[in-house]
């Protein structure tokens, strides 16, 4: 069993950036695949950016392109995602999640298996 702990938002504004973090404890996640994804109010739950087991591969949601970065730092059992010239329509409620995975990196979120609580980032103009 893995938990996850989302940490890093908050209210900024446009143009901005923030980093998120998220924790992993229970074991460690140096063969797990991870995933950020976001919900915003009235909308589906969209991929955000994706990262494989060793951090090599890295893939990211057409919106975020450019001004996200997902990495990894397994020896601390985190993964981070730094939000760059932050938009209003970043404003969401961002998840963190993974899957115990070193020969591919899920996309969708029903291939994850653990997901942690969100934490919120509102972009304000």
């Known amino acids: 069993q893995v938990q996850l702990v989302e940490s890093g938002g908050g209210l900024v504004q446009v143009g901005g950036s923030l980093r998120l973090s998220c924790a992993a404890s229970?074991?460690?996640?140096?063969?797990?695949?991870m995933g950020w994804f976001r919900q915003a109010p009235g909308k589906e739950r969209e991929f955000v950016a994706r990262?494989?087991?060793?951090?090599?591969?890295?893939n990211y949601g057409g919106s975020v392109k450019g001004r996200f970065t997902i990495s990894r730092d397994n020896a601390k059992a985190t993964v981070y995602l730094q939000m760059n010239s932050l938009k209003p329509e970043d404003t969401a409620v961002y998840y963190c999640?993974?899957?115990?995975?070193?020969?591919?990196?899920?996309?969708?979120?029903?291939?994850?298996?653990?997901w942690g609580q969100g934490t919120q980032v509102t972009v304000s103009s």
């Open positions: 999640a993974a899957r115990r995975t070193t020969s591919y990196v899920p996309y969708y979120a029903h291939e994850y298996d653990y």
């Open positions: 229970g074991r460690t996640i140096s063969s797990y695949a």
């Open positions: 990262i494989s087991f060793s951090g090599v591969n890295t």
